[in-house]
């Protein structure tokens, strides 16, 4: 039996049409007050996002080929800039085989989100100096806050006066760093062979099962309590049903999230494939805490919700 041979023009191709989508994302969504300023937008958020993206993926790419794992160049996901705040749902690199040591399983599934954040902090931290401070009123909509969103915010910027935030969409590189977060914090949960199902494997090996499974099923609660949450408070504030269901639907994206997963791991299902070497060094015991911190961290309660 042989195996096909990948094609690298396709990766090469994926990442070019990304790189477009990436740069209208921004050219679309972005504030400009003029083609010209758009136009810059456009290509500073391609060039900060795909510079988070290139790097997270670099580092899973160059850790499994330290380790000769079979792994394929990543593959870059474009998403049209109409339906996508970003122009993309970040990449995947595909391996053959399983991995058949914990060290080199932490390895690579931790390369990836680290990488990806040693680019995305000092994008943030610059991004968050050009943002301006506004009052936010009672329309637009607000990103989702982290613990290190909301410590970035407060050092770059200070406190911030009752009802005022940040403009993030001012600055490129500030919502590229933030999406970078995001990408971070959704590769990070411990589920299947998700980048923290292969951190949180190498740390606890069969434990990895029944929590892939737990947090699978809090995807769908967690989503219907912030939905109830928001939903409810638009209804004690006396707002209108069609307001009552539009605050409703942040939480709608973590089920939606979930129903995903569902059919990427239909056929794998949730579990994790067995190492061969069951030591963990303690380079990798630190490593592996060091990636649940910043899971943690991360961890934004909605992506997105308007402002009502």
Not at 61 to 90: C, E, N, Q, W
Not at 102 to 121: F, K, Q, S, T, Y
Not at 224 to 244: K, N
Request: glycine share 10%.
């Amino acid at each position: 039996m042989t195996q096909k041979k990948r094609n690298p023009i396709v990766n090469l191709g994926l990442f070019l049409v990304t790189v477009t989508t990436v740069f209208f994302a921004g050219y679309l969504h972005l504030s400009g007050d003029n083609p010209a300023e758009r136009i810059e937008n456009g290509f500073a958020f391609a060039a900060s996002l795909m510079a988070v993206l290139v790097a997270h993926e670099a580092g899973h790419y160059l850790m499994a080929r330290k380790h000769r794992v079979d792994a394929s160049l990543p593959y870059f996901i474009p998403i049209p800039p109409v339906v996508s705040l970003f122009g993309t749902m970040g990449a995947v690199i595909v391996m053959r085989g399983r991995i058949r040591s914990r060290n080199a399983l932490m390895d690579v599934g931790a390369a990836g989100p680290l990488a990806g954040m040693i680019v995305a902090i000092p994008l943030l931290f610059i991004g968050l100096a050009r943002c301006p401070v506004i009052e936010t009123g009672s329309a637009g909509y607000m990103e989702g806050q982290s613990l290190l969103y909301l410590l970035a915010k407060h050092v770059v910027i200070g406190p911030l006066p009752d009802n005022h935030d940040i403009l993030i969409n001012k600055s490129a590189m500030a919502f590229a760093g933030w999406f970078g977060m995001l990408i971070t914090m959704l590769n990070m949960f411990p589920i299947g062979q998700l980048d923290g199902g292969h951190i949180f494997y190498a740390l606890f090996g069969d434990l990895h099962s029944r929590v892939s499974i737990m947090f699978h099923r809090l995807l769908f609660l967690f989503g219907a309590a912030v939905s109830g949450y928001y939903g409810w408070d638009a209804y004690h504030r006396g707002l209108p049903t069609e307001q009552i269901v539009e605050a409703s639907v942040p939480g709608f994206s973590w089920i939606f999230l979930g129903t995903i997963m569902l059919l990427v791991f239909k056929k794998r299902g949730f579990q994790h494939p067995p190492t061969d070497d069951m030591h963990l060094s303690t380079r990798g015991k630190v490593m592996g805490i060091i990636c649940l911190v910043l899971f943690v961290i991360t961890f934004m309660p909605t992506v997105m919700r308007p402002i009502l």
